[in-house]
């Protein structure tokens, strides 16, 4: 037989195998197909060995009410101011003497703004003494004046790395009322000279006043109490056991914030390390905080809370999920008790029992079948999509190849809806976790906190292939969760002196 014949009857020898497994596959009649394939023995090894220790940054706005520091600086306020000083009043007196008696009122405080404005009413007496210079004798004169005016100047306070408070307070006392009746001298105006004596004892007491008022505020020991509470150790997995720790490393402080006519108001930063531990971490400890790092901007919230999903606890979860595709020309096909496991270089390997009948699936099959895919998340509309998809060596090899690219696209639709459930299902829980822990932190009455929105979501997605250092081998996945909404701290009113 020539070669050329030899050829074309190999040629038609495999046509015929080629017709004769598809119509052993379009045989309607015959019973399904049976395919029951093993996993692909691949190692687990994650994208990381274990969870990543991640940074947040938690802002607390701390809004201290003007009110209150108005009713800080009135209960530390002198209720009486006097002084004495010699002083010739007037070019004809001698061995003149001046006191004076005043009485302030109620110190109001406004924001303006810029600054704290404050004016304080003064009421008052001062009393004039000495000799009349009379050219032939001296005669004693004693006279006095009814005082009138007000304190005023503003405050800005500026906070030092090492937390001292300057309250940064200039007061000015202005008289609008002091004559004092001298005998043969008449009356003669005291504003300029008791203004003169005066000022300086109410800038000695003011410097008194203010850092009361600042430790009214006390920025630093309601931090205090906000940096014990955010040291927390939560379970995260009980299968393996592990822990969620926040750790607090640094604190920072924007500038002050005067936008809020009632209110003082600063921006509190907490630099936070999260990670995960195999051991059990207590929920909060007493630890000074570190220096004060100050900012020209306000910090932000960025909250990163690893969540780890155990690869063996996600498949119990997922054992009774069925996946029954809609009705199309293909036929019908029903995917059941999906499986996840850790491959390498960011894979995943998914198992699926697949009931594929009717249609163009001819005689149909039924049984285990295994695909590799890397999951990609996007993190802008938090949808999960498998990529670089195939199916496993032996799964290709066990089904009929008409179908083998239609059973990849309908597994995959299967698992991502599954997989993105699963994972989604803590966003709500985590919110819940948060607001339960506000509520369940050793708050002064004097201070309310609140989240009004953690608004959560997911920012990180790898596979890790244990959940936590020195752990033992359990592969699993990752998510990392992302808080943006803001904290915010209200005084209701200033804390009071003491520890």
């Known amino acids: 037989m020539s070669t050329k014949k030899l050829s074309i009857l190999l040629v038609l020898l495999g046509l015929l195998a080629s017709a004769g497994g598809a119509i052993y596959w379009l045989d309607l009649n015959g019973p399904p197909i049976k395919v029951d394939v093993p996993p692909p023995n691949i190692e687990p090894i994650g994208q990381f060995d274990f969870p990543k220790t991640e940074i947040s940054q938690i802002a607390v706005k701390l809004e201290l009410p003007i009110t209150a520091l108005a009713a800080a600086a009135n209960q530390s306020?002198?209720?009486?101011?006097?002084?004495?000083?010699?002083?010739?009043?007037?070019?004809?007196?001698q061995n003149g003497t001046v006191q004076w008696r005043m009485f302030p009122g109620t110190i109001a405080l406004k924001n303006t703004g810029q600054n704290i404005a404050f004016s304080l009413p003064i009421r008052g007496q001062a009393r004039a003494t000495g000799d009349f210079d009379a050219t032939i004798l001296r005669v004693p004169i004693d006279?006095?004046?009814d005082l009138a005016g007000q304190v005023t100047g503003t405050m800005f306070p500026r906070i030092s790395t090492n937390w001292e408070i300057d309250p940064n307070l200039v007061p000015n006392l202005t008289l609008i009322h002091a004559n004092l009746t001298l005998g043969r001298l008449g009356t003669i105006s005291a504003t300029q000279l008791v203004q003169d004596l005066a000022n300086p004892m109410i800038k000695k007491e003011a410097a008194s006043v203010g850092p009361s008022i600042m430790r009214g505020m006390d920025i630093q020991?309601?931090?205090?109490?906000?940096?014990?509470?955010?040291?927390?150790?939560?379970?995260?997995?009980?299968?393996?056991?592990?822990w969620g720790v926040f750790d607090p490393i640094g604190v920072s402080m924007g500038p002050l914030d005067l936008s809020v006519p009632e209110d003082l108001g600063v921006t509190m930063g907490m630099t936070v390390q999260t990670y995960v531990s195999n051991v059990p971490t207590n929920n909060s400890y007493p630890e000074p905080l570190p220096p004060l790092a100050l900012?020209?901007?306000?910090?932000?919230?960025?909250i990163k809370i690893p969540a780890v999903i155990d690869a063996q606890e996600l498949n119990k979860r997922l054992a009774t999920?069925?996946?029954?595709?809609?009705?199309?020309?293909?036929?019908?096909?029903?995917?059941?008790?999906?499986?996840?496991?850790?491959g390498q270089n960011g894979f995943l390997i998914l198992g699926v029992t697949v009931d594929a009948k009717t249609g163009t699936w001819g005689r149909g099959f039924e049984g285990r079948i295994w695909i590799e895919a890397k999951p990609v998340f996007d993190f802008e509309t938090q949808i999960l999509r498998l990529t670089e998809v195939k199916l496993s060596n032996e799964t290709r090899e066990a089904l009929p190849k008409p179908v083998a690219s239609t059973i990849e696209s309908l597994v995959v639709r299967s698992i991502e809806g599954t997989l993105q459930a699963d994972m989604t299902r803590h966003l709500p829980k985590m919110e819940n976790e948060i607001q339960t822990w506000?509520?369940?932190r050793h708050l002064p009455d004097y201070m309310e906190i609140?989240?009004?929105?953690?608004?959560?979501?997911?920012?990180e997605f790898y596979t890790i292939t244990r959940a936590a250092k020195?752990?033992?081998?359990?592969?699993?996945?990752?998510?990392?969760?992302?808080?943006?909404?803001?904290?915010?701290?209200?005084?209701?009113?200033?804390?009071?002196?003491?520890?």
């Open 77 to 93: 306020a002198p209720k009486e101011l006097s002084g004495a000083e010699q002083n010739n009043f007037h070019s004809r007196i």
């Open 143 to 145: 006279g006095s004046a």
């Open 221 to 242: 020991r309601n931090l205090q109490r906000l940096w014990d509470e955010a040291h927390l150790g939560k379970p995260i997995s009980t299968q393996p056991p592990a």
């Open 295 to 302: 900012s020209s901007t306000n910090p932000v919230n960025d």
């Open 321 to 342: 999920t069925t996946y029954l595709a809609p009705s199309s020309a293909i036929g019908k096909f029903t995917a059941s008790q999906p499986e996840v496991r850790i």
């Open 438 to 440: 506000l509520a369940a």
């Open 450 to 459: 609140k989240i009004p929105d953690p608004k959560l979501k997911i920012i």
């Open 470 to 499: 020195d752990s033992a081998i359990a592969p699993g996945i990752v998510i990392v969760l992302g808080a943006k909404g803001n904290i915010i701290a209200r005084m209701k009113s200033l804390s009071p002196t003491g520890p």
